[in-house]
């Protein structure tokens, strides 16, 4: 039992960063499998940490590293020691999920990739390996600084990967997504470095532990919070994107190679919601809960609005991307409830938006390699000449409109509810508003899905002279040249299938084990609310009586789901 | 608890879901689908043998009912919230399962002739079997939420199977529409779950009722408006007004499946949820006074419609809206047992007339409409009198199926018309005596049509029986014949109909007592408004006899009526049928035009939302977009300013890092020093 489980997390940085650095040293040809290899090496560490972390403590089932809700297999690399700077790596049940999301969406990546790019191969893998390992720093980095790095760095992989192999507006895409998302960070990044000075001059110690942050912000007036705060969602609302800021994620999704989006939908735009989950909620809980219902409010709003646009689109992967930006709002409605039952959900619909909208981009993307084009009125009904794929895509289809027994229900099913039983938060409006987004998803699903997979044959003629992808050349056999999905193919969308069907049925054992984070990321806000008078106190109030009340302060969070427990 | 009897029942969602995914197997292999059939047939059939076995165990020694809660897995559990996959087994599941597995196989079986040769044979029975468990587990389910699953679940087939012939526009629009329609029903219900849990801290049956049987019969507003809410749902699934809309048009799917889904169970969920729920809607004293009055209202609308209406299916759709609108009659006047009745009955007959429907269509090449056929009888004998007899029994023939329970609802509400001295109930009942004549002339204008006077046909375009659904291999000479001659169908197909004929026929007199202790001992039995068919309540009197007796009279009469007046213009002189019809040509074209719904629909909600859908993505692309743009315009000034000679992809992301490094480096300094 001597195993140190501590270093794992520094390697699942360090497989994909060396990996996709030595690929520089590989000839072009072995480059895809070797890239492949390495994301497969990762997810089975990433799978190893995740059964550590499931494993009982002392033989006792019901305690694990879960349990707790504390940070664990933690480890430093000390970096700047004096200036407390350190590389240091820990692990909670939120961000092991979203780990195991990314190190299980990568080797899929590849795998999907394989024919869709062609030139600068060893460009394109190494640019993945290495978007892999900043993304899985983020999620495991317990330091502001290491964090913040990794955070940033995220955005120079797809910088080059959109601009490199996107399709036609592929600089715009680019440079507008880098710029944009980069100038929301930066002030992101000064608003947590203003936390660090005010823990410094509260404590006389230069610290950037994420957890020890928080401590000290919480402290904060509501007036410095609300600034921190707000300095926050410029960075992390943009990367969700929350709308009114989301104006980057349609070109940015649609230009990107299908990699390329696949990464972006599945994990990146998790960041930022990763970000107020991991930042807005323990650092500035006042604030929080003061502009919980305006930020509610835009999730809405954004969830209405951009479903309405969705269903006007003509470019079948701009729909996708669209949705994306609906269906996070649901994801920030269930987190900004600030209940177990919310924020889980939140957390649960990051994972689900992953798997889901990261299918239907490889399986948009499968047309695209086909047909070169994504217009949906130059094709239809290709559940008759490609029934395969059109199985997989009806199937992530419903799975993003949230049918039961499939994952997204759950998720979007427990952010509703969570959003209406908050009724000290956000309430019964929010959820019946945003219900109306249930509805609108599947107009807008459901009319893609009559386009392109149903109704009369319609086989685009591609203009792609150069090179017919297709080994039978003729074209007057009808549907003869439309191949269905390979082999490789199936083995790509499959385990994503799976993952939906099994965390649609079984959602039991990621919701139980999410419990004891949130419930720590949830708990300072659940104190201001409890000190929170009925009805509508002023700011001063709430200010007055956390820091002036000790009592409210060690009171128990009044959790209306703690209360129903004895049920 | 593992070793408990019942416990079997637990299978009867998952043989059918395991035979779905041997179909969706049978799908990839030409070879493999002629599998497809047998494996959903057996695997419903063997969920029809479970329910008997389970059926004893929910009674007990005294004969009285009782239920059981069969735990499978934990589902859904999070932050006190449960919705575990576990089933409530009480006597009105025992129905309802019976209901579907029972009607499922017998249609499972039909479909097997009925689909042959089709190049989705394999598919059809995936979706036939995937039904089959999300309904069974919608009927079982021990929770709103798993209630839920099996409620969408049925949708997503009904979806699936209406777009059956996905190469028809018509058929992808048609299933798009239900799915659409039931989703804002299922809004609804969605959000009376979500009050539910905000209301009582639970969304799981048993702990409900035991909740429920305690409450003060004042409730609450919030609880007051959880059964308005679960109706919206109801109305949705059950083909009511206003959300009525898809089901004429899921006509576009295969014939069986209008029998199975839209005609015997699926569209009758609606139906179960309120009799299961029924303590819920007890609550409030408007929720089942507004469940009876849409209820009557859409009998009345359907079957106006029905009598215009020319295709065969279409018919019987706006019948079977009719039909469901008086189940909510029954359920509204809190006479559930009547209800369910007529649930069970209705699934027996409906689905025997759509499947003789189906048998016409199938030897006619797809020909649906009434102007284009007469006299069949003499070419599909066996046929013509199968349908008759769902004919009876949907006319309300004494003594048939449909006669029993329609009367019986028809009674119950003229009864609390009449004890309780309302006007609305009386006006409620007598609308309903109506429709029953209305119901009578359409079911039996259609019958005589099709079956008497002159043999003419004309037959359909349909090679196969969906459009461009070219059988393929060793079928596709037997489908050749189809082109020279309508002929009688093969007997795999017309067995499964006997016995729906039986039902059609007995089980109104066989059933109506047995349906009454079944009910009693579910949840849907009335605790607060105890005037239900068999309570204490029977003073009333009508014309000097009991209520009930009185009833059966009326009804007889009109239903002799209403079939004489159909043979009348429908048979004997069809040309008087005509000129009634000229000299009212404006009435009948708006009915022909089924009042123009649907293009109210489309012209006040579809257009107006898909235009603001417009305006918010051209508000996006110009003021959104337009306003970072020109944000992110300012600095780039600077940059062409200060670098002109810079050029390049990478410069955003060198500025970017540059000024990012600087402030980083500027903050840290300030800070340090």
Redesign the interface.
Same mark, same amino acid.
């Given at each position: 039992m001597m195993y140190s489980p501590d270093q794992l997390l520094p390697l699942l940085v360090l497989i994909p960063l060396v990996g996709g650095l030595a690929l520089s040293l590989l000839p072009n040809q072995v480059v895809p499998a070797m890239a492949f290899v390495w994301t497969v090496v990762t997810l089975a560490v990433s799978v190893v940490v995740a059964c550590l972390a499931y494993q009982p403590i002392d033989g006792n089932p019901a305690v694990t590293f879960l349990s707790s809700g504390d940070l664990f297999f933690e480890s430093f690399i000390p970096w700047v020691d004096g #200036?407390g700077l350190s590389f240091s790596f820990g692990l909670d049940a939120i961000s092991l999920w979203l780990v195991l999301l990314t190190t299980a969406l990568m080797p899929l990546v590849m795998l999907g990739s394989f024919s869709a790019i062609k030139h600068r191969v060893k460009e394109y893998y190494t640019w993945l390996l290495l978007l892999e390992a900043a993304m899985i720093g983020t999620f495991v980095a317990t330091d502001l600084i290491f964090f913040y790095i990794c955070f940033?760095f995220t955005l120079?992989p797809l %910088?080059f990967l959109i601009?490199i192999f996107g399709s036609t507006q592929r600089?715009k895409a680019? =440079?507008?997504f880098?710029?944009?998302t #980069? &100038?929301g960070s930066?002030l992101t990044? @000064?608003g947590v470095?203003y936390v @660090?000075?005010f823990n410094?001059s509260q404590t006389g110690l230069w610290s950037f532990e994420i957890a020890q942050l928080a401590r000290a912000a919480q402290a904060m007036s509501l007036e410095q919070q609300t600034w921190v705060l707000l300095a926050l969602l410029a960075g992390f609302a943009v990367k969700v994107p929350l709308f009114?800021?989301h &104006?980057?994620l349609p070109l940015a999704h649609t230009e990107a190679p299908t990699g390329g989006s696949v990464i972006l939908a599945g994990v990146l735009l998790k960041l930022g919601t990763y970000g107020l989950l991991r930042f807005a909620l323990p650092m500035t809980p006042i604030a929080t809960v003061v502009y919980a219902p305006t930020i509610a409010t835009f999730a809405v709003v954004g969830i209405l609005?951009?479903a309405? /646009?969705c269903? $006007?689109?003509k470019d079948v992967k701009k729909l996708i991307a669209y949705s994306s930006v609906s269906h996070l709002g649901f994801c920030v409605l269930g987190m900004f409830a600030l209940?177990? /039952?919310g924020v889980?959900?939140a957390v649960m619909y990051m994972i689900n938006h992953g798997l889901s909208t990261g299918a239907l981009f490889l399986c948009i993307g499968m047309i695209y390699e086909r047909f070169h084009t994504r217009e949906m009125a130059r094709m239809g009904?290709l559940?008759?000449v490609m029934? /395969?794929w059109a199985f997989f895509m009806v199937f992530f289809s *419903?799975a993003s409109v949230g *049918?039961?027994?499939l994952n997204g229900?759950?998720g979007e099913?427990?952010a509703? *509810?969570g959003a %209406?039983?908050a009724r000290d938060v956000l309430g $019964?409006g929010y @959820?019946?508003a945003a219900?109306?987004g249930? /509805?609108l998803a599947?107009?807008y699903i459901?009319?893609m899905v009559?386009k392109v $997979?149903?109704?009369?044959?319609l086989i685009p003629e591609h203009d792609d002279q150069h090179q017919p992808p297709y080994p039978s050349g003729h074209t007057h056999g009808k549907h003869a040249h439309v191949r269905d999905l390979n082999a490789r193919e199936i083995m790509t969308l499959t385990p994503l299938a799976v993952g939906c069907l099994l965390l649609g049925? #079984?959602? &039991?054992p990621l919701?139980?084990s999410l =419990?004891p984070a949130v419930d720590k990321l949830v708990e300072p806000a659940r104190l201001v609310l409890a000190g929170r008078p009925h009805g509508e106190a002023t700011i001063d109030e709430v200010t007055t009586i956390i820091f002036i009340d000790p009592t409210v302060q060690h009171g128990h969070p009044q959790d209306p789901?703690?209360a129903?427990?004895g049920? | 608890m593992d070793d408990r009897a019942i416990d079997i029942a637990r299978l009867i969602p998952w043989l059918p879901a395991l035979s779905a995914v041997v179909c969706g197997v049978c799908c990839t292999s030409r070879k493999l689908r002629v599998l497809a059939a047998p494996v959903c047939i057996a695997a419903i059939a063997a969920a029809f043998v479970l329910t008997l076995k389970a059926y004893p165990h929910v009674f007990d020694d005294h004969g009285h009912g009782v239920f059981h809660v069969s735990w499978l897995f934990t589902w859904i559990r999070v932050g006190g919230f449960t919705a575990d996959m576990s089933y409530y087994l009480d006597p009105l599941t025992m129905v309802m399962l019976i209901v579907v597995t029972g009607v499922g196989t017998l249609v499972a079986i039909y479909a097997a002739g009925y689909m042959a040769g089709d190049r989705g044979y394999a598919r059809f029975f995936a979706a036939v079997s995937l039904f089959i468990f999300a309904m069974t587990t919608l009927v079982m389910a021990d929770n709103l939420v798993l209630l839920y699953l099996g409620w969408e679940g049925v949708g997503l087939c009904s979806y699936l199977l209406i777009g059956f012939y996905y190469d028809k526009p018509s058929a992808v629009a048609a299933a798009k529409k239900a799915f659409i329609v039931n989703r804002i029903g299922d809004l609804g219900f969605a959000l009376g779950i979500f009050l539910t849990y905000h209301q009582f801290a639970t969304v799981q049956f048993s702990e409900l009722f035991q909740i429920l049987a305690t409450q003060p019969s004042e409730a609450s507003t919030p609880v007051q408006i959880i059964p308005f809410l679960l109706m919206l749902g109801a109305f949705g699934k059950s083909a009511q007004l206003p959300l009525y809309v898809w089901l004429p048009d899921a006509m576009e799917g295969p014939t069986p499946v209008s029998a199975l889904i839209h005609a015997a169970t699926m569209v009758t969920a609606g139906v179960y949820m309120i009799a299961r729920l029924f303590p819920l809607f007890e609550l409030s004293p408007y929720a089942l006074p507004t469940v009876a009055i849409v209820g009557t209202a859409t009998a009345l609308f359907a079957a106006t419609i029905a009598m215009c209406q020319y295709d065969i299916k279409r018919i019987y759709a706006y019948s079977t809206i009719s039909q469901l609108g008086y189940m909510f009659l029954g359920l509204g006047v809190a006479s559930t047992t009547a209800a369910v009745f007529h649930l069970l009955t209705h699934a027996f007959f409906k689905a025997l007339l759509f499947l003789t429907a189906g048998s016409v269509m199938h030897s006619l090449a797809g020909q649906l409409d009434l102007r284009h056929m007469s006299g069949m009888r003499r070419k599909m004998p066996v046929t013509c009198w199968l349908m008759f007899f769902g004919c009876l029994a949907l006319a309300g023939f004494p003594f048939t199926a449909g006669f029993y329970s329609k009367d019986m609802i028809l009674a119950d509400t003229l009864q609390k018309g009449l004890t309780g001295h309302s006007t609305l109930y009386t006006v409620l009942a007598v609308a309903g005596l109506f429709v029953a004549f209305l119901t009578a002339f359409y079911t039996f204008r259609l019958w005589f049509r099709v079956f008497m006077g002159p043999t003419k046909y004309e037959m359909g375009q349909e090679h196969g029986h969906g459009a461009d659904h070219h059988p393929d291999g060793v079928s596709s000479d037997i489908k050749v014949e189809h082109h020279h001659e309508p002929h009688e169908v093969n007997w795999l197909m017309n067995a499964p109909l006997l016995v729906l004929a039986a039902g059609a026929l007995l089980a109104g007199y066989l059933a109506h007592h047995w349906i009454g202790d079944m009910i009693q001992g579910s949840s849907a039995r009335p605790l607060r408004q105890a005037i239900g068919a068999h309570g204490a309540a029977h003073h009333a009197t009508l014309f000097g006899m009991d209520l009930h007796l009185a009833m059966m009279y009326i009804s007889s009469v009109i239903a002799v009526v209403g079939i004489a007046t159909a043979a009348y213009f429908h048979w004997l002189n069809r040309g008087a049928a005509d000129r009634v019809a000229a000299k009212w040509a404006g009435l009948v074209r708006v009915l022909a035009n089924k009042y123009y719904v649907d293009e109210l629909n489309d012209s006040v909600i579809v257009r107006p939302l898909r235009f603001i859908g417009y305006l918010c993505f051209v508000f996006d692309r110009l003021i959104i977009d337009g306003l970072v743009m020109t944000v992110g315009f300012v600095p780039r000034m600077f940059g062409l300013a200060l670098r002109p000679a810079q050029r390049g992809a990478l410069q955003g992301y060198g500025i970017g890092m540059a000024t990012g490094t600087a402030v980083v480096v500027l903050l840290v300094l300030m800070v340090y020093f």
């Open positions: #200036f940033e120079v %910088f601009g600089l680019a =440079k507008v880098f710029l944009y #980069f &100038t930066m990044f @000064a470095l @660090a000075w410094a009114p800021v &104006t980057w609005y951009t309405l /646009i269903w $006007v689109q209940n177990t /039952i889980s959900a009904g559940a008759r029934p /395969i *419903l *049918l039961p027994g229900f759950v099913f427990l509703l *509810l %209406f039983m $019964v @959820a019946v219900g109306f249930m /509805i599947a107009i459901l009319y009559g $997979v149903f109704g009369p044959v049925l #079984f959602p &039991t919701l139980s =419990k789901d703690a129903r427990h049920h | -």
